[in-house]
């Protein structure tokens, strides 16, 4: 679902702001952070779905099982035997486990797939495998979810052309429903605290700070995939895209913002109100 295409609907939404969450890393490995998650979910206070990780788990339900994997440009080759330990880590233990916990910390959360109804698409990516990219978003199932006062947790399992589960980068996923629901907030929490410059963390970047940063290689590595990751979700409409970790539901740095660029279309509060 595009920008350029009808904004969604909901019942009884007076322009209530959407936000969306990508959580993996400490939150996804320490059940004492869950009730800081929670926290931090009702906070943010209007429409907001989160979609997870859990890359650490595949791994070692990989090896235990001696089946091989490696990673390609930032993506896990994954032979149809990978794949089928990738659904069940992600679309269940790790889905479960985590909407588990935030419906013991008071959301009303709800564990879901990519694959369920139809929410997220990708095209494969043959030389991997069973990858994805490229993912679009049918929305109506988390629609109908915020609709009855549930917060959709999702795994990033998307289906394939026909069917089929495909791997899909949750950072990617993330953006992907952000972008078809039309978010004013992307938070990506990981296992690092934000954006640094030297020994600064830094508090905001412009996409045009961010850019040159990135060129002259003060932010590489993974670092420079999750900033692109932000400047494009910025390009798209998000007016606020934070990279954040453990600090952030710790009491500490709440994270790197990484601010839209001007002109960019922000609407995460439009286009809410109710159906006739």
Excluded at 168 to 181: K, Q, R
């Amino acid at each position: 679902m595009s920008r350029g295409k009808a904004k969604p609907s909901m019942p009884g939404a007076s322009r209530l702001p959407v936000s969306i969450y990508k959580v993996g890393g400490p939150a996804l490995e320490d059940p004492e952070l869950l009730a800081p998650l929670a926290d931090d979910v009702r906070r943010l206070g209007g429409y907001v779905a989160l979609l997870h990780g859990g890359g650490r788990h595949i791994e070692r339900l990989l090896h235990a099982l001696a089946i091989p994997s490696r990673f390609v440009e930032g993506r896990r080759e994954t032979s149809p035997e990978a794949m089928d330990v990738v659904e069940m880590v992600l679309s269940g233990g790790t889905n479960k486990a985590l909407a588990g916990g935030l419906l013991a910390a008071g959301i009303n959360a709800v564990g879901i797939s990519g694959r369920d109804a139809g929410l997220l698409r990708a095209r494969p990516i043959p030389a991997l495998g069973r990858v994805g990219s490229e993912v679009s978003v049918q929305p109506e199932l988390v629609l109908a979810l915020w609709r009855e006062g549930f917060v959709p947790v999702i795994s990033p399992v998307s289906s394939g052309p026909v069917g089929e589960a495909l791997n899909v980068n949750a950072d990617e996923a993330a953006l992907g429903v952000a972008a078809a629901l039309f978010a004013e907030r992307l938070v990506y929490l990981s296992d690092v605290d934000g954006v640094r410059v030297g020994d600064q963390v830094v508090e905001r970047l412009s996409p045009a700070e961010a850019e040159a940063l990135i060129a002259d290689g003060t932010i590489a590595g993974g670092m420079a995939m999750k900033v692109r990751m932000a400047l494009d979700a910025a390009r798209r409409g998000v007016a606020e895209v934070v990279i954040a970790g453990k600090a952030r539901l710790t009491g500490g740095f709440p994270g790197t913002r990484v601010l839209a660029q001007p002109g960019a279309r922000a609407l995460g509060a439009v286009g809410l109100e109710g159906r006739a």
